[in-house]
């Protein structure tokens, strides 16, 4: 690969907030231990994914969260601190700058920490139509938030991630990628119907054996 095409490879900046505060809403279904083990396997899952991506260059995640941050980074990803510790979009945003400290040239994508599902070729699909715009996103399998937001070379990533944030990239002038054969990208969990679909389309390995010890 020369030197041109690797500048052209996406980075990906992946939130995660500290365990002990993740996957509240699986509060009914499993044990405050258990939602944060699973919180980091989705992590686990979702960086092995991204990192196994051809289009994928390298992968920063923004966690405040010791534990995680070994478990990530011996993925291969590299971990930053959440200086900014005012909530999502300051820490995509935050991650997106240490990006492009290093490579002011590159292509920047926000990608949720919890698509335990996700499939390597279905992200290069979502990344390679990205690529045509200045920004573009990605909904949720709901149709509602959001997963996947990406910025062109020189352009500011300006993340607006939580709740109904489909109409909210829609407005900020994103152009919203309508793509099938993508679910995995789609599939973040948050509630147990969520998790229950992402065995459906069929989880990463520490997503499942986690999900195995669970009984």
């Known amino acids: 690969m020369d030197t041109e095409e690797k500048s052209r490879r996406w980075s990906l900046v992946v939130p995660l907030k500290p365990l002990a505060l993740a996957k509240s809403r699986l509060a009914g279904a499993f044990p405050a231990p258990q939602r944060q083990r699973l919180a980091l396997a989705f992590a686990q899952d979702t960086v092995a994914a991204a990192l196994a991506c051809g289009a994928v260059r390298d992968v920063v995640v923004v966690t405040d969260d010791g534990a995680a941050a070994v478990v990530l980074r011996a993925l291969g990803a590299r971990v930053v601190p959440d200086r ?11 991650g997106a700058e240490t990006v492009r400290a290093r490579r002011p040239g590159a292509p920047v994508a926000a990608l949720n920490a919890d698509l335990p599902a996700l499939r390597p070729a279905e992200l290069g699909r979502v990344l390679a139509v990205a690529g045509r715009f200045p920004r573009a996103f990605l909904a949720d399998a709901a149709d509602i938030g959001t997963t996947f937001l990406s910025a062109a070379p020189g352009i500011e990533l300006r993340p607006a991630f939580g709740g109904a944030s489909r109409l909210r990239h829609l407005s900020s002038g994103a152009v919203e990628i309508r793509l099938g054969g993508v679910g995995s990208v789609r599939r973040d ?3 147990a119907d969520d998790l229950r679909e992402a065995l459906a389309l069929g989880v990463g390995p520490c997503t499942a054996d986690r999900r195995t010890a669970a009984g």
């Open 84 to 94: 900014p510790a005012a909530g999502l979009n300051a820490a995509l945003a935050y």
């Open 189 to 191: 969990v948050d509630t």
